[in-house]
């Protein structure tokens, strides 16, 4: 046991160690030794104070920082609370048994004022018998230097008479104790500094040092800087030397022990990069060390005191190497075993990465197996390095979520609140709100970050409107903390979203006499898709020949109806159907986003009948015959081909006594008629590859008296278009009158004429019969009442015109809807309306008189469009009396009822 007697400046609190284990809140304190020290971790503070006491005797003594360096004891506390205590084995209080040292610890945690103190003993015997000859260990705030005591008869000298040694010196407890050269005493200790300077051991005690003297070794012990220290620049490293000899003295007898101990200084010794630092530890020491004598024999990298093999410090990234003068080791900034420490100035974030690596060596010399243990555990700050928190914004627009991240900051940040334009939210609050607030630890790091959820609904979002998109924006500031400091900081994020409803680009258009007029319009992406005309891409060109134009939104196109990219449909005595189409494509994956077609009747006189006899037709190609070459039309006469052929037209002149025209006599007319078709031996043909239609062009010129004119011109259409087939009087129309409007029974026909009173209502219905064709569509186009059966007589009422009901009636027939039935397989075969009872105004008088109902219908097949779009499908183009487009893909019918009898 070491220990000091006149310890005057000790503050020894000899306060009632009170430890009761069942009042003693669960803490995590461990201790291990280390080698020649040994080290107590203590959990996180808790923002508590530490207080460190020493056991000695049932009495405890408080560590001061003093008496700290000078006794042999360190303390570190980490961002976290997270507390190390360093106690050298050698100790100004330890019990030592045979190389095993005992030490007592009393650690008082102090909260305020309120809470009581909380009190845990720690007691760690270390056994350490690999004493070298000479062990240095330098501290964050001592060094110390424990020599072997060498037998004093072996190298005994005089006393120095210039040393003034003190004979009446107090004699040392452990000098005393195992008395292994009992009559040796420390007289003096002579400092180097390098001059020297003498003192006693009492003198020494109050200048800070520590010194004990046991049976086997001298301890020394003294802070980093005193007047006795210097520095010693070693290969470009300054470091603190402290240099001694320590006089002993048995009667006339004297001796010395040398003892010498140099500590690296950070500065001058440690380079930083921003992701690096590098330790230089010079490889010869001098003065402990000169090149030559001792041979480096083992180097052993560790850290908080604890060594690391070579797999840890791999894992690590650290990495050591030796050169002929130093000893380099390398850690990267921000490896595992230090941590960041946060800084705030000017509300600017800065940190510093703290760690604190040991280096030990040993030097060996192989003539006197002196051996020398060198230990720095060494404290390392990088400088402040700003690190301004990144905002990472991860928001998709579609989920209507802002999410964000901020971040990276030290782990000794805590984030406190949020502050919104319009108010402040706790951390709980924002959870309450559903924020979602979130800490992110690196796992190989000490670095998190903050992420947040914040819903684009929420109040604290602000929406506007640009061009037609919602714009999402959020500012948001983090209050933040630096622990344990409560230094307050904050970082700001500003986020921004656009939603953007895709609409798709929409194509429309209309025609005049001789041209579509096609409308496009960029939907929300812009002009960023291809255009197809007909079957060919728009090009500059192409966009030049079709009157492009554009603006911000929309281009148009102006295309003649015979232009190159239209197909021709159907053509009648005085027009052509012509019909454009236009594809808009995406470019990057082919796909259509939109397909449009336009088809319109061009008034066009395709046949001329002139009075000289001279007829001239053009023949057009129809898109029903896409192999048709028009160069191989001809008349009749197979002789008389086109005077002028392109690949969709020919045109052909003829008079009316050639090319097999036939003529027919009337009372007032002739007839002309010719027709173009394919010659038999081609048309046969072309049949049997392509299965097209026929092509056969009915030309016909009536001559009446000085006047011509074309009447029918039909392209005679074959498998393409079937109903026209069917419509050889197969397909039968039948009307009628059902009793009421669920048109479950009707009037059978012995029951005509029926009686009905006036506004009693008449429930009609229309049927296509035996058609099991369920593409196959009725339409009334045209119904009427008349006063007898004659359906063109007159006096005639109309009820429905072009498929609607007669404006001008005022009780306007109401169409009913016809669904799936028993008796109904195909609602579209039926159509079913009512109509009140009425009498014709001019047949007030007689009140007897019966009605009949006529319709004329349409089948038509619901594939083609066109008339077949419904009943009555655009009232307003009614109303404006443009007639129903009629093609060719539809028969017609007429039926009518049975008498109706007014009551
Ligand atoms: C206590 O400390 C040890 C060593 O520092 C650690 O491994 C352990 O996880 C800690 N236990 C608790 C409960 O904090
Ligand atoms: C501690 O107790 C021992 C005897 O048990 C005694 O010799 C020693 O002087 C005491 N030390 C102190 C500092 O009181
Ligand atoms: C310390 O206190 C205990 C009981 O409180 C006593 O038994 C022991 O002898 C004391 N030791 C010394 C060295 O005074
Ligand atoms: C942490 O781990 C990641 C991936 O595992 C790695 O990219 C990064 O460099 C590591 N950081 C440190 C400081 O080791
Ligand atoms: C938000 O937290 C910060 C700590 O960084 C603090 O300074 C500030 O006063 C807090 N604001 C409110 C309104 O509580
Ligand atoms: C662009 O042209 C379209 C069609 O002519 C028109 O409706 C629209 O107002 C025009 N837009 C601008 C910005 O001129
Ligand atoms: C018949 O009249 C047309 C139109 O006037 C003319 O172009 C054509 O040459 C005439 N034909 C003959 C044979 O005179």
């Known amino acids: 046991m070491a220990c000091f007697y006149r310890l005057g400046w000790f503050i020894l609190l000899m306060a009632a160690v009170n430890i009761e284990a069942q009042k003693k809140p669960p803490r995590n304190i461990s201790s291990k030794c280390l080698g020649n020290i040994m080290r107590v971790d203590v959990g996180p503070l808790g923002g508590k104070l530490l207080e460190v006491a020493v056991v000695i005797n049932n009495s405890s003594i408080l560590i001061t920082p003093r008496l700290a360096s000078q006794c042999g004891f360190s303390m570190k506390t980490d961002q976290r609370g997270n507390t190390v205590i360093y106690v050298s084995l050698h100790n100004c209080f330890a019990h030592n048994v045979d190389d095993s040292f005992t030490t007592t610890l009393n650690l008082r945690l102090k909260g305020n004022r309120m809470a009581e103190d909380e009190l845990h003993q720690v007691a760690e015997t270390c056994r350490y018998a690999t004493w070298s000859s000479r062990e240095i260990v330098c501290e964050r705030n001592y060094m110390e230097v424990s020599v072997k005591r060498a037998a004093p008869d072996d190298y005994a000298v005089p006393a120095h008479p210039l040393l003034g040694v003190n004979p009446t010196l107090d004699p040392r407890r452990g000098a005393e104790k195992k008395p292994m050269d009992a009559g040796f005493r420390i007289t003096s200790i002579v400092f180097f500094t390098p001059e020297e300077k003498v003192m006693t051991v009492a003198e020494a005690q109050r200048s800070g040092y520590g010194i004990v003297s046991t049976p086997s070794r001298l301890v020394l012990r003294g802070p980093h800087t005193t007047s006795e220290t210097y520095t010693h620049n070693v290969a470009g490293v300054p470091m603190t030397v402290l240099q001694t000899s320590t006089i002993f003295e048995k009667k006339w007898l004297a001796t010395q022990i040398n003892a010498a101990v140099a500590c690296p200084t950070v500065k001058g010794s440690v380079h930083f990069t921003p992701n690096t630092i590098t330790w230089f530890l010079p490889r010869h020491i001098d003065p402990l060390v000169s090149a030559g004598q001792l041979k480096l024999s083992e180097v052993h990298v560790g850290v908080d005191g604890e060594r690391l093999d070579a797999t840890e410090m791999a894992a690590r990234r650290y990495s050591l190497s030796v050169n002929d003068i130093y000893v380099i080791l390398e850690i990267p900034v921000g490896a595992t075993g230090g941590y960041f420490k946060s800084h705030i100035q000017d509300d600017q974030y800065f940190t510093s990465y703290m760690i604190e690596p040991m280096l030990e060596l040993l030097w060996t010399e192989d003539s006197t197996h002196e051996d020398t243990r060198y230990k720095v555990l060494f404290p390392i700050a990088t400088p402040l390095m700003p690190r301004p928190a990144q905002v990472i914004d991860n928001t998709v627009p579609g989920e209507r979520i802002f999410k964000v991240l901020i971040g990276p900051f030290g782990s000794d940040v805590a984030l406190v609140n949020v502050s919104f334009p319009s108010e402040v939210l706790s951390v709980t609050d924002c959870s309450a709100r559903g924020f979602n607030v979130l800490e992110h630890t690196s796992p190989n790091s000490s670095l998190k970050v903050f992420t947040l959820d914040v819903p684009f609904m929420d109040p604290v979002v602000q929406q506007t409107t640009v061009k037609g998109m919602a714009v999402f924006s959020l500012q948001l500031t983090l209050g933040l903390l630096v622990l344990p400091e409560f230094a307050p900081f904050s970082h700001t994020a500003n986020l921004e979203a656009t939603l953007v409803d895709i609409v798709a680009p929409s194509v429309s258009g209309g025609c005049d006499h001789e041209n579509f007029y096609v409308l496009v319009q960029y939907g929300s992406e812009g002009f960023n898709f291809q255009t197809i005309v007909g079957k060919q891409t728009l090009t500059p060109s192409l966009a030049h020949l079709y009157g492009f134009k554009d603006n911000d939104t929309h281009f148009s196109l102006v295309v003649p109806f015979s232009a190159a ?24 994956t082919n796909g259509n986003i939109q397909e449009f077609s336009l088809s319109c009747k061009f008034p066009l006189t395709l046949t001329e009948c002139f009075p000289n006899g001279t007829i001239t037709v053009l023949a057009v190609k129809l898109e029903s015959v896409p192999n048709l070459k028009p160069s191989e039309l001809t008349l009749s006469d197979p002789s008389c081909g086109p005077s002028y052929s392109d690949d969709r037209h020919a045109y052909f002149i003829f008079t009316g006594n050639s090319c097999g025209t036939t003529r027919r006599f009337f009372s007032n007319v002739m007839l002309y008629e010719n027709e173009i078709a394919l010659p038999d031996d081609l048309q046969t043909s072309q049949d049997s590859e392509t299965e097209e239609p026929e092509y056969e062009l009915k030309i016909s010129c009536y001559y009446e008296i000085y006047t011509t004119r074309a009447v029918t011109f039909n392209p005679r259409p074959r498998r393409s278009e079937p109903y026209a087939e069917n419509a050889k009087g197969e397909l039968q129309v039948a009307m009628r009158i059902a009793l009421d409007d669920s048109y479950s029974s009707f009037h059978r026909s012995e029951d005509y004429p029926i009686a009905k009173y006036l506004q009693q209502p008449l429930y009609i219905e229309i049927e296509l019969m035996r058609s099991p064709n369920p593409q196959v569509s009725l339409e009334l186009e045209n119904c009427w009442a008349t006063l007898n059966d004659d359906r063109t007589s007159k006096p005639r009422w109309n009820l429905i015109i072009d498929g609607c009901a007669n404006l001008v009636d005022p ?37 007897n008189r019966q009605l009949f109902v006529h319709c004329d219908v349409a089948i038509c097949d619901d594939r083609n469009g066109g008339v077949c779009n419904g009943q009555c499908s655009n009232q307003q183009n009614r109303i404006k009396g443009q007639r129903r487009a009629v093609s060719d893909a539809h028969s017609y019918r007429h039926v009518s009822s049975g008498p109706i009898k007014r009551n």
């Open 565 to 588: 990219d239209t197909v021709f449909e159907a053509v009648e005595s005085s027009s052509i159907r012509s019909r454009v189409d236009v594809t808009l494509k995406n470019p990057e």
């Open 811 to 847: 009780y306007q027939v109401v169409f009913h809807p016809v669904w799936v039935d028993a008796r109904v397989p195909y609602p579209s075969h039926f159509k079913r309306f009512e109509v009140q009872m009425f009498a014709f105004a001019e047949d007030q008088d007689n009140l």
